[in-house]
């Protein structure tokens, strides 16, 4: 909160640096492209009414979730170390306190569990590239398709044989360093990623149902949205660009001197959001020919898009390679989950990165059965919000990552001095960074907090405003 000068001398990572801009771009997009945008963002959307949900998602993402990324990396590059270091240090430089150090924490725990769950949906990814090459959905009808899906998420064997394959080769890139793993492959997966899309893209706008799909998910009708859909909105977009856990400030941590973070972080949102709109672009219109539900839920896209795949031209072939895509995109998101956990523990607890990376693809492994088990076992065992996965996944997008998010962004917004933020953002004190701060200082908390206040009254401030209205 001073405002003298903070004379820091600069850090250098420990962990090596990004080889160039474009290095850090495509990791940073690979981690917040993944299943957020193709499996969750069209489920969520269509359990939400679509339209008025989508609206409030974008809104989100470009008041909340741009100012909070460039937070995060300028903090990442600011202490060169992993979150909780980092926060801990540029915390005492900045006249703040130590403790700030629990938001890296928090944020250790978060990646943890996220893991331990998307492994899980992941695993079904890569378990539908055979059932795709292998020609089980020529032809198919939608309750066909479903019941292969039932199948494989209802038999817990099967979803912990590819969950546990998941994690094994998340622990294998994140042993190796993320650099050195991660580079070569975002590079080519990225783009191939796209081209797909637009593809099937091409397919859906030919189904005959696109207008029905643009219309839902582009017409707000607010009647649709509820309190918690809004919470659900916020959520989505921390967890859809990796924010309020550490990973994006774990890998500004290695960013290069001089290096633009507002462009950066521009690239990485538009890319972000522009998947996610084209993913339900793609799913919608099959949901409505195929007379669908539209709110199916987790299941959505895996009974979905291999009917879409079973009816176009040479879509054994497509559909394969969808599916390869999609583990891909997992792959690198999953990368950054625990990265934050693995740095700490080998620059604070002298911890060889192999080791750290297998300790905690243990705990993740472990927990994850929680989220195997919610298809089968246990998928009558519901509680608070539902089975055990849908608790998880409530309590990270919906508690841990707005709370880690908001942390972050009071962190940049007031506790750093101007200085120090204005000199890593690289931009002087003109127009842009006069918009970040007032993004990050009020626009950001403010809104982090109503929505939280909205969701947990059951409408306290939408009948408010709607009150004032009158
Ligand atoms: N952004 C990733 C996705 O949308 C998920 C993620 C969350 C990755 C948090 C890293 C950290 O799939």
């Known amino acids: 909160m001073n405002n003298q000068t903070t004379a820091t001398?600069?850090?250098?990572?420990?962990?090596?640096?990004w080889s160039t801009r474009l290095a850090f771009i495509l990791a940073v997009t690979g981690s917040a492209v993944g299943l957020g945008n193709i499996w969750k963002f069209p489920y969520i959307a269509g359990e939400n009414g679509g339209g008025a949900f989508v609206l409030i998602y974008l809104l989100c993402v470009f008041m909340v979730g741009l100012p909070i990324m460039m937070s995060e990396i300028l903090i990442g590059r600011r202490g060169r170390r992993n979150p909780v270091t980092t926060m801990r240090i540029v915390g005492e430089e900045e006249g703040g306190s130590r403790k700030w150090a629990l938001v890296g924490i928090m944020g250790i725990i978060a990646g943890v569990f996220i893991l331990s769950f998307y492994s899980v949906?992941?695993?079904?990814?890569?378990?539908?590239?055979?059932?795709t090459a292998g020609g089980s959905f020529v032809d198919a009808d939608a309750s066909q398709v479903k019941s292969i899906f039932d199948q494989l998420s209802g038999n817990w064997k099967l979803s912990a044989f590819w969950h546990t394959i998941f994690v094994v080769i998340t622990v294998?890139?994140?042993?190796?360093?993320?650099?050195?793993g991660l580079e070569r492959l975002v590079k080519i997966l990225m783009p191939a990623l796209l081209v797909l899309l637009l593809v099937l893209l091409v397919f859906s706008m030919n189904s005959g149902y696109f207008g029905q799909a643009v219309e839902f998910m582009f017409r707000p009708n607010f009647s649709?949205?509820?309190?918690s859909g809004v919470l659900v909105a916020l959520g989505h977009a921390f967890f859809t660009l990796s924010l309020g856990m550490g990973a994006v400030m774990a890998y500004g941590a290695y960013l290069p001197e001089g290096t633009s973070i507002a462009s950066?972080?521009?690239?990485?949102?538009?890319?972000?959001?522009?998947?996610?709109l084209l993913a339900g672009l793609i799913i919608f219109p099959v949901v409505f020919a195929n007379g669908l539900e539209s709110d199916a839920g987790p299941g959505l896209i895996f009974q979905t898009l291999p009917l879409a795949f079973g009816q176009m031209p040479g879509g054994v072939f497509?559909?394969?390679?969808?599916?390869?895509?999609?583990?891909?995109?997992?792959w690198t998101s999953s990368i950054g989950m625990i990265e934050p956990a693995v740095a700490w523990m080998s620059e604070s607890k002298g911890i060889k990165r192999g080791v750290a990376a297998g300790i905690?693809?243990?705990?993740?492994?472990v927990i994850g059965f929680g989220t195997v088990f919610s298809w089968n076992l246990w998928q009558d065992k519901t509680f608070f919000q539902g089975t055990f996965f849908d608790n998880i996944d409530y309590l990270i997008s919906n508690v841990a990552l707005p709370l880690g998010g908001l942390?972050?962004?009071?962190?940049?917004?007031w506790v750093m001095c101007r200085n120090s933020t204005s000199d890593e953002l690289n931009c002087g004190t003109g127009q842009m960074y006069k918009t970040w701060r007032f993004l990050a200082r009020y626009v950001a908390p403010v809104a982090v907090i109503l929505v939280l206040i909205e969701a947990s009254s059951g409408g306290m401030v939408s009948d408010f405003l709607s009150k004032i209205g009158d």
């Open 172 to 180: 294998a890139v994140v042993a190796q360093g993320v650099q050195r």
């Open 318 to 330: 497509f559909g394969t390679l969808f599916f390869v895509l999609l583990s891909f995109a997992a």
């Open 264 to 276: 950066t972080s521009v690239i990485v949102v538009l890319a972000d959001t522009g998947i996610a």
């Open 121 to 131: 949906i992941a695993g079904w990814a890569m378990s539908y590239v055979f059932s």
């Open 224 to 227: 649709a949205l509820t309190p």
């Open 9 to 17: 001398v600069k850090r250098q990572s420990l962990q090596g640096q």
């Open 407 to 413: 942390m972050i962004t009071i962190f940049a917004g």
């Open 360 to 365: 905690l693809g243990a705990f993740t492994w």
